[in-house]
């Protein structure tokens, strides 16, 4: 498969698993489940059940496409997905997560490749 596709594909697979963690954490949010903090860092960023199972779900797509990735996260530290030197992924899997753990759904999830 060549690199355009893999992209394509990439894109595709994300703009779903997008789509479903919004429905998830508005689930998590109506029921008031899974919104416990599991990390907090020294400058007061705080990670989320959450903000925890999104970045799984992205860096298990990440991990499908077989691209060399360096990943960097807000919320672990960074992870190398193959030989991880071809791109760098910035991820931030639920950018407005101390809102939502406060109830409010609206947040949004910043990718960069």
Same mark, same amino acid.
């Given at each position: 498969m060549s690199l355009n596709n893999i992209i394509m594909q990439l894109e595709l697979d994300l703009a779903r698993e997008f789509e479903a963690l919004g429905e998830e954490v508005k689930r998590r949010v109506a029921t008031l489940q899974g919104l416990e903090t599991v990390a907090i860092r020294q400058d007061g960023d705080t990670t989320h059940s959450?903000? %925890?199972?999104?970045?799984?779900?992205?860096?298990?797509?990440?991990?499908?496409?077989?691209?060399?990735?360096?990943?960097?996260?807000?919320?672990?530290?960074?992870?190398?997905?193959? %030989?991880?030197?071809?791109?760098?992924?910035?991820?931030?899997?639920? +950018?407005? %997560? +101390?809102?939502?753990?406060?109830?409010?759904?609206?947040? %949004?999830?910043?990718?960069?490749l």
């Open positions: 959450f903000d %925890s199972m999104a970045e799984d779900r992205i860096i298990n797509i990440l991990r499908r496409t077989g691209l060399n990735l360096t990943v960097m996260s807000e919320e672990s530290p960074t992870l190398t997905v193959g %030989s991880g030197n071809e791109f760098v992924a910035i991820v931030d899997p639920i +950018d407005g %997560s +101390d809102m939502v753990a406060r109830g409010y759904p609206l947040a %949004s999830t910043a990718f960069s």
